[in-house]
């Protein structure tokens, strides 16, 4: 399961003996922790969670203690983690485990944390076989738009799941200039975002698309977008201009040379001037790059819109080779797509 999936067990009950939470994602291993002390009375949490930091010889003593009745009755969680993954994790240990996990204390859960645990071990592949795995890797965007609900809901703010899934999606690594290889969406930095938007937003309780722009990464797609359409409309000097200051912005050229790249691409795509159409305020957000793909298409023939993909394709080899100043590739970039035909054709390569 994942740990969204393993959230809204804690919430709906019917919990499994034992755990073992297995991913690199750290945020959301917290965030699991936090669902579990939520999910326990605050009355009781005193005497029903424990957190258990591992040290080898002692895993019998500490599984002995889930097998008592909890004070006051209720139910125990034993949280059991190790900075180093269950390294030093001897026989002693692993027998402990394998005998409480045939015979698990039905008044406990025991849950185990690990980052990258060598899978080798016995101790990790006794865990991974005998206990409910939940694996802590970036959540999708679906998954991280309920989680993004839940967190506004908590602060007492309601939002359309289909904004939701948008301000999720803003978060993918890919989706900015912090990462070119998207894996999934950075809850912490989405999480940072949205603190900063609930203190705006005052006492509202609803969030619209107009207050995304609070955001940093949507003021960003509102400068790039600004420039796409100075490209789509085929105005250089302003295209120039817009470049210049994203890159003074310290917005990656990278991102820049894949918005362009994209703006061809759905340009290419666009069935019609309404272009797709769908979704969330798509007639208030004229810098969004499905709305500027229709007007490329209308300012450029088809054989110049493959054109620009070559083009770009041709900046990018550019770009990669260290030696070449990537900021005056992009320049020239933008004045070849946006320059007529034959005034592009007679320029020194």
């Known amino acids: 399961m994942g740990p969204d999936e393993f959230i ?18 750290r945020f959301l291993h917290q965030e699991c922790r936090e ?19 591992f040290e080898s010889g002692r895993l019998e003593e500490e599984l002995q203690a889930a097998q008592q009745v909890p004070m006051l009755g209720g139910h125990s969680f034993f949280l059991i983690s ?4 269950f390294k030093h994790a001897g026989e002693e240990d692993t027998e402990a485990l394998a005998a409480y996990l045939e015979r698990p204390s039905p008044y406990a859960t025991v849950i185990f ?15 991974e076989r005998k206990t409910t795995l939940v694996e802590m890797r970036p959540l999708s965007v679906r998954q991280a738009a ?19 899934e948008t301000i999720a ?63 789509a409309e085929r105005r250089c000097a302003e295209a120039l201009q817009f470049l210049r200051s994203l890159v003074a912005g310290k917005v990656a050229e990278t991102l820049l040379l894949w918005s ?31 709305e ?4 490329a298409k209308r300012r450029y023939t088809h054989k110049e819109l493959l054109r620009a993909l070559t083009l770009v394709h041709q900046a990018d080899l550019g770009i990669k080779s260290s030696w070449k100043d990537s900021t005056i590739l992009l320049e020239f970039l933008v004045w070849q797509i946006t320059a007529a035909p034959e005034v592009a054709a007679k320029a020194p390569r």
């Open 113 to 127: 944390f690990a980052v990258e645990p060598d899978r080798r071990r016995k101790f990790i592949q006794l865990l």
């Open 169 to 231: 999606a803003k978060f993918l690594p890919g989706a900015s200039s912090r990462d070119p290889n998207p894996q999934g969406v950075n809850l912490l930095w989405m999480r940072t975002e949205l603190e900063k938007l609930i203190t705006a937003l005052a006492d509202r309780t609803r969030l619209e698309p107009s207050d995304l722009q609070i955001i940093a990464g949507f003021q960003e797609e509102h400068e790039v977008g600004k420039m796409l359409r100075a490209i």
């Open 146 to 164: 309920a989680w993004a609900e839940e967190f506004l809901h908590r602060s007492g703010i309601e939002v359309d799941a289909g904004l939701a």
């Open 82 to 85: 190790d900075t180093e993954d």
């Open 35 to 53: 669902a579990v002390r939520a999910a326990i009375p605050e009355e009781s949490r005193a005497w029903c969670l424990t957190e258990i930091e």
């Open 8 to 25: 809204a067990t804690l919430r709906k009950g019917g919990l499994a003996a034992a755990y073992f939470l297995r991913g690199p994602d």
């Open 260 to 290: 362009i790249g994209d703006l061809f691409r759905q340009a290419l795509k666009s069935t019609g001037p309404a272009g797709y159409g769908g979704g969330w305020g798509r007639q208030s957000n004229p810098y969004a790059t499905w």
């Open 292 to 295: 500027i793909a229709p007007v």
